[in-house]
């Protein structure tokens, strides 16, 4: 397979023009898919500048309100929801409620969401259910790594459910030293990578480097002296989206 994609040869597109039975709206084409995180404006601003500059939009999965959303609305990205379900799970103190108030809450801030990736991916029938019940259609918490050798597709589940598989993930790549999803294309399957701003601007080669900083992760001047200036998430970010054709 080749490592080089020619201008011109792969087209991005957004996880809701996805439909299973049809190959063609997901087939050959690369799925750019960002998890806020609860990331500060300067981080969200840094990867959109970095997709504007390439002209690629992106499906983005909102933790939080945050001063660019009207801007990534009206600019063409589509916004889903990035719910955190894992102080229910850890059982925390806590004022979150049950999966539905969690939901809910995502949905206060996008409310035209369609599309829905967990915090930590975390997911069962019940909680896919109540996706289906508030009127989420894109189910994105399924993970199947570039090195197991999955031709990963879209399928549709009860209700209506469509589940939209990610073969790439920066924080996972990292600890699996998982390949570039550049190496992979033309890749056969749906080829949806999943990447988070705080990566992007730190340039993360390591988790230690995420870990050590995040004292200083809403403070621009402080963690800018910190990016990693070799080949790092950010570097190979800028790579994929300088080589794909807005779709």
Same mark, same amino acid.
């Given at each position: 397979?080749s490592?080089?994609?020619?201008?011109?040869?792969?087209?991005?597109?957004?996880?809701?023009?996805?439909?299973?039975?049809?190959?063609?709206?997901?087939?050959?084409?690369?799925?750019?898919?960002?998890?806020?995180?609860?990331?500060?404006?300067?981080?969200?601003?840094?990867?959109?500048?970095?997709?504007?500059?390439?002209?690629?939009? @992106?499906?983005?999965?909102?933790? =939080?309100?945050? #001063?660019?959303?009207? !801007?990534?609305?009206?600019?063409?990205? /589509? &916004? +889903?929801?990035?719910?955190?379900?894992?102080?229910?799970?850890?059982?925390?103190?806590?004022?979150?409620?049950?999966?539905?108030t969690?939901?809910?809450?995502?949905?206060?801030?996008?409310p035209? @969401?369609?599309?829905?990736?967990? =915090?930590?991916? #975390?997911?069962?029938? !019940?909680?896919?259910?109540?996706?289906? /019940? &508030? +009127?989420?259609?894109?189910?994105?918490?399924?993970?199947?790594?570039?090195?197991?050798?999955?031709?990963a597709?879209?399928?549709?589940?009860?209700?209506?459910?469509?589940?939209?598989?990610?073969?790439?993930?920066?924080n996972?790549?990292?600890?699996?030293?998982?390949?570039?999803?550049?190496s992979?294309?033309?890749?056969?399957?749906?080829?949806?990578?999943?990447?988070?701003?705080?990566?992007?601007?730190?340039?993360?080669?390591?988790?230690?480097?995420?870990?050590?900083?995040?004292?200083?992760?809403?403070?621009h001047?402080?963690?800018?002296?910190?990016?990693?200036v070799?080949?790092g998430?950010?570097?190979l970010?800028?790579?994929?989206?300088?080589?794909?054709?807005?779709?």
């Open positions: 397979l490592s080089e994609i020619d201008h011109g040869q792969v087209a991005t597109a957004l996880v809701s023009d996805v439909l299973p039975e049809d190959a063609s709206t997901w087939r050959g084409r690369v799925f750019v898919t960002i998890d806020l995180d609860w990331c500060a404006d300067f981080v969200l601003e840094d990867t959109l500048d970095l997709l504007e500059s390439a002209g690629v939009k @992106a499906t983005w999965f909102v933790t =939080h309100e945050t #001063a660019w959303a009207g !801007r990534l609305r009206s600019i063409g990205h /589509e &916004l +889903g929801i990035h719910p955190n379900f894992n102080r229910l799970l850890d059982g925390s103190p806590n004022d979150d409620g049950n999966v539905r969690v939901l809910e809450k995502c949905l206060e801030v996008v035209e @969401a369609r599309a829905v990736r967990s =915090h930590s991916l #975390a997911q069962s029938e !019940r909680v896919l259910d109540t996706f289906s /019940e &508030l +009127g989420l259609k894109y189910v994105c918490n399924t993970f199947l790594p570039l090195s197991a050798s999955i031709k597709r879209p399928f549709r589940m009860w209700d209506d459910l469509i589940v939209v598989p990610h073969v790439w993930q920066d996972v790549a990292i600890r699996l030293e998982e390949p570039s999803p550049i992979v294309v033309p890749y056969q399957g749906v080829l949806v990578v999943d990447f988070h701003p705080i990566h992007i601007f730190l340039n993360s080669e390591s988790l230690t480097r995420y870990e050590s900083s995040r004292h200083l992760h809403s403070s001047k402080e963690l800018l002296p910190l990016r990693y070799g080949s998430v950010r570097t970010f800028m790579e994929l989206i300088r080589k794909v054709v807005p779709g």
